[in-house]
């Protein structure tokens, strides 16, 4: 929904599909586009490349504001868009009704949400749009919905990357990488050409941490240091057993990161982490839980699980994604950290440059961070450090036809 100062309507424009009708009006569509590309490829394939977003039902208008209480709109900031991939999706189920709310940028940003589906799940896509425009949320300004990442990445200034094939059974790691990376390519292009220079990017889409280093290296006109893969949620995990083998509740566990990457191989920090402002350790006194329950509990969950429920963590992804972005537009408390897996390029503690690995953060509330530069590192930690960087390299390897890399084979 747009804001006016007079009330008007927006040129009608209808949704990109729709069901039954809609759908011979769509083959319609695609005939007029072979017969314009056929007469002239180079200008359809320009613009296909930046077709028009559409937006949807209610949100195609406009209300005047003039008419709405001062004490209300005063407030209010300048629109911010946050384009969504895997948007029909489970995790996207949960998170869209957060940004909307305005639970996660704020009660006084207004957001417009731009949703990224596929071919096959635009109903579904049509669907959540539709529950959105029936949650009359006084924040959500408009909802667009598209299969263009070129048209739905137009102007982002936040990019949150939840849709990649999950892995299938008995499928290679080495080939799961490949396909996800070559998504992330196309999705990468198409945020270097189409988002606003300073879009804030976060991938959740698994393996996260190399999927964006993927769309990072094919974004080139975005700065590096703005993309992050999602390793919240681990944080999340680890302050919940810390807080259960402490007794103490969860607010009052802090500087807990999580090292490296988002598998197996990361590495929850007990060594940097406070319980009630005392370190962890002091306040727990077993290092062989430590060692031996908590790092593979916290490393493991997300598989525990999928075991309990049937499939992988929707809710808490979203709730963990939500945090991700809180910590970056709330100024960090002093003391304290959270973690996002972001380039390593000049970090403080000898990580191979040029991944995209977890480390502890602290931002002022800008939307940018710095890696905090004061952790303690072990030789134990620096052990665990080290094998999850190894797997990391190792992927990177495995894509490198897709970063620009020569000579690289995959070891996995």
Not at 236 to 251: D, I, P
Not at 281 to 289: A, E, N, Y
Request: proline share 4%; aromatic share 6%; glycine share 8%.
């Amino acid at each position: 929904m747009q804001l006016t100062g007079k009330h008007t309507a927006a040129r009608p424009c209808a949704p990109r599909t729709v069901r039954a009708a809609g759908r011979a009006r769509v083959v319609l569509v695609r005939a007029e586009a072979a017969a314009a590309a056929a007469a002239n490829p180079a200008t359809a394939a320009k613009h296909q490349e930046h077709e028009e977003l559409k937006r949807y039902g209610v949100f195609k208008l406009a209300y005047d504001t003039s008419n709405e209480d001062p004490s209300l709109t005063k407030a209010w900031q300048k629109t911010v868009k946050v384009a969504v991939t895997g948007a029909s999706g489970q995790i996207s189920n949960h998170l869209l009704f957060m940004l909307a709310s305005g639970e996660v940028f704020g009660k006084n940003q207004p957001v417009a949400l731009q949703l990224l589906g596929s071919d096959r799940s635009f109903g579904a896509l049509e669907g959540v749009a539709m529950e959105l425009e029936d949650s009359l949320y006084p924040l959500l300004r408009e909802v667009s919905i598209g299969t263009d990442p070129y048209a739905v990445f137009k102007d982002a200034d936040w990019a949150l990357m939840i849709g990649a094939k999950p892995r299938g059974p008995g499928q290679e790691r080495a080939d799961l990488l490949d396909q996800n990376g070559r998504i992330f390519v196309d999705q990468g292009k198409a945020l270097d050409a189409s988002a606003s220079k300073n879009c804030k990017v976060l991938v959740v889409g698994n393996p996260c941490n190399t999927n964006a280093l993927i769309a990072m290296e094919n974004a080139p006109s975005i700065p590096r240091k703005n993309f992050h893969a999602l390793t919240r949620l681990d944080e999340n995990r680890a302050k919940c057993q810390l807080a259960l083998k402490a007794g103490k509740f969860y607010t009052n566990v802090s500087r807990t990161t999580i090292w490296g990457n988002h598998s197996t191989t990361q590495v929850p920090d007990f060594i940097n982490a406070r319980i009630g402002g005392r370190p962890a350790i002091d306040v727990i006194q077993d290092m062989k839980w430590f060692k031996e329950e908590f790092t593979p509990t916290v490393a493991q969950r997300g598989g525990a699980l999928i075991k309990k429920w049937g499939r992988s963590s929707a809710a808490s992804t979203a709730v963990s994604i939500a945090d991700a972005i809180r910590s970056l537009v709330t100024p960090t408390a002093p003391g304290d950290c959270f973690s996002s897996a972001v380039c390593t390029d000049g970090n403080q503690y000898g990580i191979q440059e040029g991944l995209i690995f977890s480390m502890p953060c602290r931002s002022k509330g800008d939307g940018d961070y710095e890696v905090c530069d004061d952790f303690i590192i072990d030789d134990w930690l620096r052990k665990k450090i080290t094998a999850t960087e190894e797997e990391l390299v190792k992927e990177k390897e495995c894509v490198g036809h897709l970063i620009g890399m020569t000579g690289a084979a995959c070891r996995i």
